[in-house]
Structure formats: C-alpha cells, structure tokens
C-alpha cells in the first residue's frame, strides 16, 4: 500500500494496475500531524467488505514500542480497480481470465 494525502489520478490508477492500494489519509490527518517520522511498522487490516471508498485502518508500532491506529480511505475507486487489486494487479487478472477460459499460454 502507498499513504499519502492526495494521488493525482494517473498515479493512483498506476498504484491500482499494478495490484498497490493507495490508501489516502482523511482530511486534515497525515504523516506531520500524526508525527510519522518513517521509522514506524505499519499493519493495515483491510475490512471484510472491501470496495471502492472503504475505509481503511493502520495500525502503526513505533520504535519504543508503542501503539497507535488510524483511519484512511482506500482510493480505489471503481469495482475493477478493486478486482485489480484482489488479483495482485492488471497482469495476473488478465492470465488469470485466460486461464480460466480453459486457454494455454505459448510463451
């Protein structure tokens, strides 16, 4: 996943072919208000009924140790970015299709 405030939408587009989910922090949050110095562990838990606009939680570990959450929108936005995504990018859910069409791939 890629957090940032705002994608342009050729990037956010590009992050979504290639099966990335950028995640945008909601307004008035981001890495400076939450003091995200880039050293943290970052745990994102997608929710069960993951779609174009859900939210999105990140759990983050700081180096001492402690603990902290917060919330950010998927910016995924159209059910085929989502299937992208699922299928680990635009590549595997195009060989995936032709796989599942019962096709053999001469390479």
Known sequence: AVIAKSFER????NLAGMGVAPLAFLPGEGAAELGITGL???????PV???????????VTRPDG???TFATTCRLDTDIEVMYYRHGGVLPYVLDGILAEGKTLNV
């Open 49 to 59: 009924d993951f779609r174009p606009g859900c939210q999105v939680e990140v759990h």
């Open 66 to 68: 402690t603990k902290f």
């Open 40 to 46: 943290e562990r970052f745990s994102i838990e997608l």
């Open 10 to 13: 050729i990037h956010r587009s």
